[in-house]
């Protein structure tokens, strides 16, 4: 089980980006887990016309291959929906550094197969600054960059669901035939 990733960055810092910014609501037409990763952040990516606004961080090109992303207090607030996780999951992502979560979009983050670090907000200003390079490492609770190491949390419970690979259905898949053995009794 994983628990060291390294990747590229994106910094996108406001406070409170809620769920109806992640995904609009206007783009929740399906119940399929793609096709939503070109809406993410939809009111700020493009114009009123459906242009790409040039300097959002998503759209820049240094920014396309970026599977980390350092963002500010309560993200993920709002309405529940999956929809929010899914999209960010289509836009590459795999690993968020904020500097808490909201409850219900954290756990579906997790429950994606992705982790959700907290890390405190003089490192997260340090780490957006422009595009890094870093390794989170979860056992040793820190991001490195280079020689430097930064502090991070983990909300308790969180280390196995993040050691895992794959998404929590999968993780029930593969215990279907314990499961099928035990009924069967």
Request: with cysteine; charged share 20%; net charge negative.
């Amino acid at each position: 089980m994983a628990t060291v990733y390294s990747g590229k960055t994106v910094g996108f810092m406001p406070d409170n980006i809620d769920t109806d910014q992640i995904i609009p609501k206007n783009y929740l037409k399906s119940i399929e887990k793609t096709g939503f990763g070109t809406f993410a952040f939809a009111e700020w990516r493009y114009d009123e016309k459906g242009v790409e606004i040039a300097d959002f961080p998503f759209n820049q090109v240094q920014n396309k291959e970026a599977t980390i992303l350092i963002t500010g207090e309560n993200f993920g607030c709002g309405s529940s929906r999956e929809h929010a996780a899914w999209a960010l999951q289509e836009l590459g992502l795999h690993v968020i550094i904020a500097g808490s979560y909201s409850d219900i979009f954290f756990n579906n983050w997790l429950n994606c197969g992705h982790w959700a670090i907290i890390a405190p907000k003089e490192v997260r200003i340090e780490l957006a600054k422009e595009q890094q390079f870093l390794t989170v490492d979860l056992k040793a609770q820190v991001i490195t960059v280079g020689a430097i190491d930064y502090p991070i949390t983990l909300v308790e419970g969180s280390y196995l669901k993040m050691q895992r690979e794959g998404d929590f259905i999968s993780e029930a898949e593969a215990y279907s035939q314990a499961i099928d053995s035990y009924e069967n009794k």
